[in-house]
């Protein structure tokens, strides 16, 4: 399946506790649209786009503003997240959620992404064989990147702009940084 949004259409979520989209496929891509006011929530997981056991997967060229999470990713491989553009409105750590959040992947692409606004920009935890690559992220409450038990990866030419810090590297293994 291959959702292909035209002149952006906007989907509001009117800050609701599901998610927009929620994808458990493979193959499949999500381009072109407009998310905006994701709702919060401390119980489940919330985002714009909820992609969970994927394969193959493209989602690129689209607009999310006032998230709590953008994306959130999990025991998902063979992913590439581009060419998005991720704004949120935080205000507290514990209130805000990040851009784009992997959870259990493998060989995964980030790139061309830019994320304003959040708690961390790209968090990973238990992320393996991946790459993440020509990134901007600015403004965020916490770390432009972080690293959490995930090993084998490799991040380049990201730029990091008035974070609470760059990058955190915690209980990883071989990151190759450039």
């Known amino acids: 399946i291959h959702l292909i949004g035209e002149n952006y259409p906007t989907i509001d979520a009117e800050f609701k506790t599901d998610s927009v989209f929620a994808v458990k496929a493979n193959n499949f891509s999500i381009s072109g649209f407009k998310f905006k006011n994701i709702g919060m929530s401390y119980i489940k997981e919330v985002a714009a786009v909820f992609v969970s056991q994927s394969k193959n997967f493209i989602i690129k060229d689209n607009i999310l503003e006032n998230v709590f999470y953008g ?39 980030i790139e061309q992404n830019k994320i304003f606004g959040m708690r961390d920009a790209i968090y990973l935890e238990f992320v393996n064989e991946s790459s993440i690559s020509n990134n901007i992220s600015a403004d965020n409450i916490r770390y432009g990147l972080h690293f959490m038990f995930s090993n084998h990866n490799v991040y380049n030419n990201n730029e990091f702009r008035n974070n609470g810090a760059g990058v955190a590297v915690l209980f990883s293994k071989f990151i190759k940084m450039h």
């Open 71 to 109: 994306f959130i990713i999990q025991s998902s491989k063979f992913g590439l997240v581009q060419n998005n553009k991720v704004t949120g409105n935080s205000g507290k750590e514990a209130t805000s959620g990040n851009g784009v959040h992997l959870w259990k992947c493998k060989k995964m692409r």
